[in-house]
C-alpha cells in the first residue's frame, strides 16, 4: 500500500525554524516528484513546494522562497522541508503528497495522487 | 502566476441530485485541471486529474470536463459521503495554483 507519513510538527516562535519530513512506502520513491501543500485554519489548499524526482530541481511558492528549502533522501526514502524565519502566516497543516504524472491523449499530465495526514505547524508567540 | 476561481463557493443540496461545480482558470491551461475532494480533518483525495480521467478507485458518478479556461465537475446522484469541499488545482505552470474550495453540504 502506498504511504506517506508527515512529522517534525509543532508549536514554535516567530523567527524560529522548524524541519518537516515525510516518511514514503510502497511505491518506487526515487521515480516521483514530491510536493509539500498547506492549509491555514478553515483556508483552503495552498501548495508550498515540489522537488523533482531526482532531486535536480525544486520549486518554490513566493510566499515561501528563501525561507524553505525542499530536499530529499532517496536512500531513506523521505522528502523534507526545512522552514526558516517563521512567520505567523506559516501557521497552518503542512500535507506531503506524491506527484503522478499521467500520459493522456499524448499529453503528460501531473497530478497529486497520494496525501500524507499532515503535520501542524503553529507560529506563535 | 495563474489564479484558479471556483463557483459557487458553498453549495446546498439534497441526496440523489446532479451538481455542477466550475473553476475558471486566469490563462488557457490546455486540460492541465485537477479535481480533489476533501472532507472535515481529512487529507485531500484525488477525483479527476487531466479535466476529464477519473482516478481509480473513485466512483462514475463523478465527472470532469472542460479545456482551455472553463471546467466543471459534476457529481450525479449525490450520496450521503459527498458531502465536503472541492478544490480545483491547475498543473500547467507552477505555483500550482488551487480554486479557494467549494462546500457542498445537505440541504
Known amino acids: 500500500e502506498v504511504q506517506l507519513a508527515e512529522s517534525g510538527g509543532g508549536v514554535v516562535q516567530p523567527g524560529g525554524s522548524l524541519r518537516l519530513s515525510c516518511a514514503a512506502s510502497g511505491f518506487t520513491f526515487s521515480n516521483y516528484a514530491m510536493n509539500w501543500v498547506r492549509q491555514a485554519p478553515g483556508k483552503g489548499l495552498e501548495w508550498v513546494s515540489t522537488?523533482?524526482?531526482?532531486?535536480?530541481?525544486?520549486y518554490y511558492a513566493d510566499s515561501v522562497r528563501g525561507r524553505f528549502t525542499i530536499s530529499r533522501d532517496d536512500s531513506r526514502r523521505t522528502v523534507n522541508l526545512q522552514m526558516n524565519s517563521l512567520r505567523a502566516d506559516d501557521t497552518a497543516v503542512y500535507y506531503c503528497?506524491?506527484?503522478?504524472?499521467?500520459?493522456?491523449?499524448?499529453?503528460?499530465?501531473?497530478?497529486?495522487?497520494?496525501w500524507g495526514r499532515g503535520t501542524t505547524v503553529i507560529v506563535s508567540s | 502566476d495563474i489564479q484558479m476561481t471556483q463557483s459557487p463557493s458553498s453549495l446546498s443540496a439534497s441526496g440523489g441530485d446532479r451538481v455542477t461545480i466550475t473553476c475558471r482558470a486566469s490563462?488557457?491551461?490546455?486540460?492541465?485541471l485537477n479535481w480533489y475532494q476533501q472532507k472535515p480533518g481529512k487529507a485531500p483525495t484525488l477525483l479527476i486529474y487531466?479535466?476529464?480521467s477519473l482516478q481509480s478507485g473513485v466512483p462514475s458518478r463523478f465527472s470532469g470536463g472542460g479545456s482551455g479556461t472553463d471546467f466543471t465537475l459534476t457529481i450525479n446522484s449525490l450520496q450521503p459521503e459527498d458531502f465536503a469541499t472541492y478544490y480545483c488545482q491547475q498543473s500547467y505552470s507552477t505555483p500550482y495554483t488551487f480554486g479557494q474550495g467549494t462546500k457542498l453540504d445537505i440541504k
Open positions: 522537488v523533482t524526482g531526482s532531486g535536480g530541481s525544486a
Open positions: 490563462q488557457t491551461i490546455s486540460s492541465h
Open positions: 503528497a506524491k506527484q503522478s504524472l499521467s500520459l493522456v491523449r499524448g499529453i503528460r499530465h501531473n497530478n497529486m495522487d497520494v
Open positions: 487531466a479535466a476529464s
